[in-house]
């Protein structure tokens, strides 16, 4: 029950952190899904997800804060957007119509088919010797995945510092010619 | 920490990160070392190490952290934790493929008991940590430049 | 059931953001709001009824454990999120920068 | 380590060559990060070269590897089929053509080190999508080829780069959530992630909604990245901003490898195709084709007619999969390979013009052939074959597609095909006219012909352009078959790779 009351509240937060004028409410709306996220992921018996949501969370709104400080905002709204505002909203009502259709042939919310994740259970501990399952997942069934999860942080941090770097051309004059 | 009074924020703050920054380093450490017995582990631990450096950054202004560490120097230890993670990944080849964990698992439920798993843990919140890091200096050191022009 | 469907209006919310806003910052909390919506979507299909979270506890047997694999995806996919908009961020920091706005009706330098 | 533990070297070597550049690169003086670049992306052609050789003697022509030594289902494995090596070899040969491409190109740009790194991270992005048998590793290394790909149009920090990067970031990550949706569905259905396990469940459930939405979703995220019409408004600004080495690379392999190898993998092997689907495909690779062809006529800037017309391509190769027939998939996948070759020399080309006489812009070109001759004798090369005139390979993927047409009765993709080619062939004319005929501008007196990695990387892809149409000829014709074997076997595609696994 408490998830229904935790979702509609993300709903509401959402809609509230994408229509409201003001930048700096907007990012504090985002806040407010991600820490109701955090919260549900507790309900949902996940501990390492809400560590580790709430922490990501905090860093993203430090990074939204910057970004948004002492920043201009659109005083004036063109309505050349209908057509836009048509076509989005009747891509997701299809989108919300075949989803509900689908839905229902998914087992139901509670009890899912735990197939592969059977033998996990039962041998995790004895296989990789770590009692925490999440991570001998993490680290030691897939740790693959871990490994392009560790690449993709790589790659932004390196793409970043790649954007942000003053020039990025060199005028031709000082271009040298090596080889 | 030398402490001018006109960077960062007030006085107020700057006692009580002087009093928390440590501890949340080592909740950071805490989260990181007992990944593979309670929730946490490598990601969130590294992404609370980070968070205790610009905690310090923000209290203390810029010039507090930016002087020790500057962006090269975090991408290249971050280039370093990458490389030790992917070392790990290799030292399974010895053992017959990619990611095998070839240590021995020791007794479930202490501290050094899951073979690579800590190892990989340590490496991976080495480079998270200090990813991000380089990510807020990266930001931080744009505005000065902004100011300057 | 309804939990899914739930799930899903957020994500369309977030959509509806991305795709009708004009102002970049709004674009990225509502790029955001999908990542968040996104990973909801996974754990909520590994819940089990009166399941216990996927630790092993010192002398106790546990029957009947949350799915793990879903929780150890979407860590991976909260960290992609994160990566993505922090480097969405610092684009629209560079474009505020050189055009001095967020909004995209003024950024049209190319057309198409 | 037996000869099924060089597959994951295909991750390993540009991921480890990634990590050491971007460590040594400010250290070191910058002939070696060029050298130890150009030495990787070597390394890497050969291993795909000697994939391929390895798969001929493979039982079964599989060769799959559990990564960390756990039997598929519960574990990570990598396979290496016929179609998987052929894209390797496809993504690699441009890859090394392009890295020595752009040792010298990249003086235009500062901070070579970190190009270099983005560039060994997207090539693994790449082969980790090729090489994988996992649907969640997929996506895992479909968001590190596109990460890498976002910084990289955004490289050079002008400003409508970065809106470009923008745009193009924005529209890959609604691409992304969706898969990451139909990856969810498709856990909760079938409770697995290996594809070959998932393949194996699909085939004896029966088919319900559920498959429906999750082939339309993945339909929508992977027609977006591989630009299909209605989905293709990013790359037109995307690829002219990027780079010139880059926007080879991205519209020479990363569109086929993320977007249309990722789909017909999906499409083919784990999901199955029916009728409806080969349709669908059809109908979006023609739309395509024909749509983009007409805009691209318009186009006075050489690198947007250029993008215009990669997803004209792309809607042939999906024109030729679509039809589902082995000549029309022949079709497809040739079409594919010589897409990638002859689109990245004509990228380069329009790199090097940009290189020495520094402007994109084919109105103020003209007469270029004096001064650079070996671009122009390059460009030629790659306008005949893109146009489809006999002698070049462009010719022979075009001729097949459009008798598979004929023989499986769709005449008005044939003639779709046909009026594709010859609006193709019209505004290359109008390229090398503008471009490189007529009398030299004094304005361009004193260019001068680009160094020699830039010609050594386009002579060598006009040579692949000239030679490319002996793949047919049964010595070299098991390259393609093989593929399109893979592609034919459908959902048994599960049994293949459980029972080489299980060895």
């Known amino acids: 029950m408490e998830l229904h009351i935790l979702l509609l509240f993300m709903i509401f937060a959402a809609i509230v952190a994408i229509e409201v004028k003001d930048l700096l409410s907007s990012v504090v709306g985002v806040g407010a899904v991600g820490f109701a996220l955090c919260l549900a992921f507790l309900v949902l018996k996940a501990p390492d997800l809400a560590i580790t949501q709430l922490v990501v969370e905090i860093l993203c709104l430090i990074i939204l804060i910057r970004a948004t400080i002492k920043k201009d905002l659109p005083l004036v709204i063109a309505g050349r957007w209908v057509f836009n505002t048509i076509a989005t909203v009747g891509f997701i009502a299809v989108f919300l119509f075949f989803a509900y259709v689908a839905l229902k042939e998914l087992p139901s919310f509670g009890n899912p088919t735990m197939r592969v994740v059977k033998m996990y259970l039962q041998e995790g501990l004895g296989k990789t010797g770590a009692t925490n399952l999440v991570t001998s997942v993490i680290l030691d069934f897939r740790a693959y995945d871990t490994l392009g999860e560790a690449t993709v942080l790589f790659a932004s941090v390196i793409g970043i510092m790649a954007v942000l770097r003053g020039k990025g051309r060199k005028k031709i004059e000082e271009r040298e010619d090596d080889r | 920490m030398i402490d001018n009074p006109n960077t960062g924020m007030s006085l107020i703050v700057k006692t009580i990160t002087r009093l928390t920054v440590g501890l949340i380093l080592l909740f950071g450490i805490y989260i990181v070392l007992h990944g593979h017995l309670s929730p946490g582990g490598g990601f969130a631990g590294g992404v609370i190490i980070a968070l205790s450096f610009i905690h310090l950054m923000l209290a203390f202004g810029k010039e507090a952290v930016a002087s020790k560490i500057s ?43 899951a073979g690579t798993i800590p190892l990989s843990n340590i490496a991976i919140s080495l480079k998270v940590g200090i990813g991000l890091l380089a990510i807020f200096l990266a930001l931080v050191i744009l505005e000065n430049v902004k100011k300057e022009k | 059931m309804t939990l899914y469907f739930l799930c899903l209006v957020l994500f369309c919310v977030g959509l509806y953001g991305v795709l009708r806003k004009r102002n970049l910052v709004k674009i990225i909390i509502g790029l955001g709001i999908i990542e968040y919506s996104m990973n909801l979507f996974f754990v909520l299909l590994g819940y089990r009824f009166h399941g216990r979270a996927p630790i092993d506890a010192q002398g106790q047997d546990i029957l009947n454990m949350v799915d793990p694999l879903p929780q150890a995806l979407v860590l991976t996919s909260i960290v992609i999120g994160l990566a993505v908009t922090a480097l969405l961020i610092s684009i629209a920091i560079k474009i505020y920068e050189k055009y001095g706005t967020f909004d995209i009706t003024k950024i049209k330098r190319l057309k198409g | 380590m037996n000869i099924t533990s060089i597959i994951p070297l295909f991750v390993i070597i540009p991921l480890f060559s990634a990590f050491f550049i971007s460590l040594i690169g400010k250290f070191v003086k910058r002939g070696i990060v060029g050298g130890i670049s150009a030495a990787a992306c070597f390394l890497l052609l050969i291993l795909s070269l000697c994939g391929l050789a390895a798969l001929r003697s493979a039982a079964g022509g599989v060769l799959v590897y559990k990564v960390g030594g756990w039997v598929p289902p519960f574990g990570i494995c990598m396979v290496l089929d016929g179609l998987s090596a052929f894209m390797l070899v496809t993504v690699n040969l441009i890859a090394f053509f392009v890295c020595i491409y752009s040792l010298s190109y990249m003086e235009k740009y500062t901070d070579k080190p970190k190009f270099f790194t983005l560039f060994f991270l997207m090539l693994t992005g790449m082969n980790g999508l090729i090489a994988t048998g996992d649907l969640f590793n997929l996506y895992v290394f479909l968001e590190i080829a596109s990460i890498a790909s ?15 990067s923008f745009k193009y970031a924005i529209m890959g990550s609604i691409a992304s959530s969706f898969i990451f949706i139909g990856i969810a569905f498709l856990y909760s259905y079938t409770s697995t992630l290996n594809m070959a396990d998932m393949a194996g469940i699909l085939s004896a459930k029966p088919d319900t909604w559920v498959i429906s939405f999750v082939t339309v979703l993945f339909l929508m995220g992977f027609g977006l990245k591989a630009a299909l019409v209605p989905f293709h408004a990013w790359l037109p600004d995307a690829h002219p901003a990027a780079p010139a080495s880059i926007s080879a690379m991205l519209s020479g392999v990363l569109i086929k490898a993320l977007g249309v190898y990722a789909m017909i993998r999906i499409l083919f092997n784990v999901i199955g195709m029916t009728s409806a689907y080969l349709t669908t495909l059809m109908f979006l690779g023609a739309l395509s084709m024909l749509v983009a062809v007409i805009l691209a ?50 990228f380069l080309n329009s790199g090097a013009i940009d290189y020495s006489a520094d402007t994109r812009d084919l109105k103020e070109m003209s007469g270029l052939k004096e001064k650079m001759p070996v671009t122009a004798a390059t460009n030629l090369v790659a306008s005949m074959s893109i146009a489809g005139i006999p002698p070049f390979n462009g010719f022979f993927s075009k001729l097949i597609i459009i008798f598979a ?24 004319m109008k390229v090398q006219k503008y471009a490189f005929l007529g009398e030299l501008k004094e304005k361009y007196k004193d260019i001068k012909e680009v160094p020699f990695f830039m010609k050594f990387a386009m002579v060598g892809l006009a040579v692949i352009c000239i030679v490319g149409g002996l793949l047919l000829l049964p010595p070299l014709k098991f390259f393609l078959s093989d593929a399109v074997n893979v592609l034919l076997e459908g959902r048994n595609y599960a049994h293949i790779v459980l029972e080489a696994a299980s060895k």
């Open chain 4, 405 to 428: 047409c004929i023989q499986k009765g769709h005449m008005g993709y044939a003639l779709a095909a046909v009026i594709g080619s010859i609006l193709t062939l019209a505004s290359f």
């Open chain 2, 71 to 113: 962006t090269r120097l975090a991408s290249n230890l971050e280039s370093i934790g990458a490389l030790m993670f992917l070392g790990i990944a290799l030292m399974g080849f010895f053992g017959g493929s990619f990611f095998l964990n070839i240590l021995n698992k020791g007794l479930p439920f202490n501290l050094f008991s």
């Open chain 4, 297 to 346: 006529l318009s186009q006075w800037d050489l690198k947007r007619l250029l993008a215009y017309h990669s997803i004209s391509q792309i809607g042939y190769v999906i024109l030729g999969i679509g039809l589902g027939t082995p000549l029309g998939i022949l079709g497809g996948l040739f079409h594919l390979f010589n897409h990638s070759v002859f689109k990245s020399l004509l």
């Open chain 4, 150 to 164: 976002y910084a990289l149009v955004a490289f050079g920090t002008e400003a409508e780069e970065l809106e470009a």
